[in-house]
Nanobody
Protein backbone atom coordinates (compact mmCIF):
# COMPACT_ATOMS: atom_id res chain seq x y z
CA UNK A 1 0.00 0.00 0.00
CA UNK A 2 1.36 3.40 -1.02
CA UNK A 3 1.49 5.73 1.95
CA UNK A 4 2.76 9.26 2.40
CA UNK A 5 2.76 10.86 5.84
CA UNK A 6 3.54 14.53 6.40
CA UNK A 7 4.70 15.98 9.69
CA UNK A 8 6.37 19.09 11.06
CA UNK A 9 3.68 21.70 10.61
CA UNK A 10 2.76 24.18 13.30
CA UNK A 11 2.32 27.82 14.26
CA UNK A 12 5.26 30.16 13.78
CA UNK A 13 5.81 33.90 13.71
CA UNK A 14 6.65 35.69 10.49
CA UNK A 15 10.36 35.34 9.78
CA UNK A 16 10.53 31.99 11.50
CA UNK A 17 11.32 28.52 10.16
CA UNK A 18 9.77 25.09 10.00
CA UNK A 19 10.91 21.80 8.52
CA UNK A 20 8.28 19.54 7.03
CA UNK A 21 8.86 15.82 6.53
CA UNK A 22 7.23 13.44 4.09
CA UNK A 23 7.74 9.78 4.95
CA UNK A 24 6.95 7.45 2.05
CA UNK A 25 6.32 3.72 1.99
CA UNK A 26 4.80 1.06 -0.22
CA UNK A 27 6.61 1.95 -3.45
CA UNK A 28 10.10 2.14 -4.91
CA UNK A 29 11.14 5.58 -3.72
CA UNK A 30 13.91 6.06 -6.29
CA UNK A 31 11.48 5.75 -9.22
CA UNK A 32 9.34 8.74 -8.27
CA UNK A 33 9.38 12.47 -7.83
CA UNK A 34 8.04 13.83 -4.54
CA UNK A 35 6.24 17.13 -4.69
CA UNK A 36 5.10 19.52 -2.00
CA UNK A 37 1.84 21.35 -2.53
CA UNK A 38 -0.19 23.72 -0.40
CA UNK A 39 -3.74 24.89 -0.15
CA UNK A 40 -4.81 28.01 1.67
CA UNK A 41 -8.44 28.56 2.72
CA UNK A 42 -10.56 29.54 -0.28
CA UNK A 43 -7.72 29.04 -2.74
CA UNK A 44 -6.72 26.39 -5.23
CA UNK A 45 -4.04 23.89 -4.36
CA UNK A 46 -0.68 24.97 -5.77
CA UNK A 47 2.69 23.36 -6.34
CA UNK A 48 5.45 24.58 -4.05
CA UNK A 49 8.49 22.40 -4.62
CA UNK A 50 9.56 19.05 -5.97
CA UNK A 51 12.53 16.72 -6.02
CA UNK A 52 13.27 13.85 -8.34
CA UNK A 53 14.52 10.97 -6.23
CA UNK A 54 16.44 9.47 -9.16
CA UNK A 55 18.66 12.42 -10.07
CA UNK A 56 18.06 14.97 -7.32
CA UNK A 57 16.77 17.67 -9.65
CA UNK A 58 14.52 20.19 -7.94
CA UNK A 59 11.80 22.70 -8.65
CA UNK A 60 10.60 25.70 -6.63
CA UNK A 61 7.66 27.99 -7.20
CA UNK A 62 8.70 31.63 -7.60
CA UNK A 63 6.92 32.53 -4.38
CA UNK A 64 9.25 30.35 -2.28
CA UNK A 65 12.55 30.53 -4.17
CA UNK A 66 15.40 31.50 -1.91
CA UNK A 67 13.38 30.74 1.23
CA UNK A 68 12.46 27.05 0.95
CA UNK A 69 14.81 24.12 0.36
CA UNK A 70 13.79 20.57 -0.54
CA UNK A 71 15.97 17.56 0.16
CA UNK A 72 15.69 13.81 0.08
CA UNK A 73 17.07 11.04 2.26
CA UNK A 74 16.62 8.01 0.04
CA UNK A 75 17.82 5.64 2.74
CA UNK A 76 14.93 6.78 4.93
CA UNK A 77 12.43 7.21 2.07
CA UNK A 78 11.83 10.70 3.39
CA UNK A 79 11.69 14.11 1.73
CA UNK A 80 12.10 17.31 3.71
CA UNK A 81 10.98 20.85 3.05
CA UNK A 82 12.98 23.41 5.01
CA UNK A 83 10.97 26.62 5.13
CA UNK A 84 12.78 29.78 6.22
CA UNK A 85 11.76 33.44 6.36
CA UNK A 86 8.13 32.39 6.57
CA UNK A 87 5.44 34.90 5.67
CA UNK A 88 1.76 35.03 6.62
CA UNK A 89 0.93 34.22 3.00
CA UNK A 90 2.67 30.85 3.45
CA UNK A 91 -0.19 29.81 5.76
CA UNK A 92 -1.81 26.71 4.28
CA UNK A 93 -2.19 22.97 4.58
CA UNK A 94 0.91 21.42 3.05
CA UNK A 95 0.69 18.10 1.23
CA UNK A 96 3.29 15.83 -0.25
CA UNK A 97 2.58 13.58 -3.21
CA UNK A 98 4.36 11.04 -5.39
CA UNK A 99 4.44 11.43 -9.14
CA UNK A 100 6.31 10.66 -12.31
CA UNK A 101 8.27 13.89 -12.52
CA UNK A 102 8.51 17.47 -11.32
CA UNK A 103 7.30 19.20 -14.48
CA UNK A 104 3.63 18.92 -13.52
CA UNK A 105 4.17 20.65 -10.17
CA UNK A 106 4.35 24.01 -11.92
CA UNK A 107 1.03 23.45 -13.66
CA UNK A 108 -2.62 23.75 -12.76
CA UNK A 109 -4.36 21.36 -10.37
CA UNK A 110 -5.72 19.52 -13.43
CA UNK A 111 -2.13 18.95 -14.56
CA UNK A 112 -0.60 17.87 -11.31
CA UNK A 113 -3.49 15.69 -10.16
CA UNK A 114 -3.07 13.75 -13.40
CA UNK A 115 0.57 13.00 -12.59
CA UNK A 116 0.62 12.87 -8.79
CA UNK A 117 -1.67 10.03 -7.84
CA UNK A 118 -0.69 9.37 -4.23
CA UNK A 119 -1.15 12.04 -1.58
CA UNK A 120 -0.59 12.43 2.11
CA UNK A 121 -3.17 13.76 4.55
CA UNK A 122 -1.53 17.16 4.90
CA UNK A 123 0.03 19.16 7.71
CA UNK A 124 -1.10 22.64 8.76
CA UNK A 125 1.33 25.54 8.66
CA UNK A 126 0.21 28.83 10.19
CA UNK A 127 2.37 31.95 10.10
CA UNK A 128 1.36 34.86 12.29
CA UNK A 129 2.25 38.45 11.51
Amino acid sequence: EVQLVESGGGLVQAGGSLRLSCAASGFTFDDYAIGWFRQAPGKEREGVSCISSSDGSTYYADSVKGRFAISSDNAKNTVYLQMNSLKPEDTAVYYCAAGGGCTAVAGTPLTFYADFGSWGQGTQVAVSS
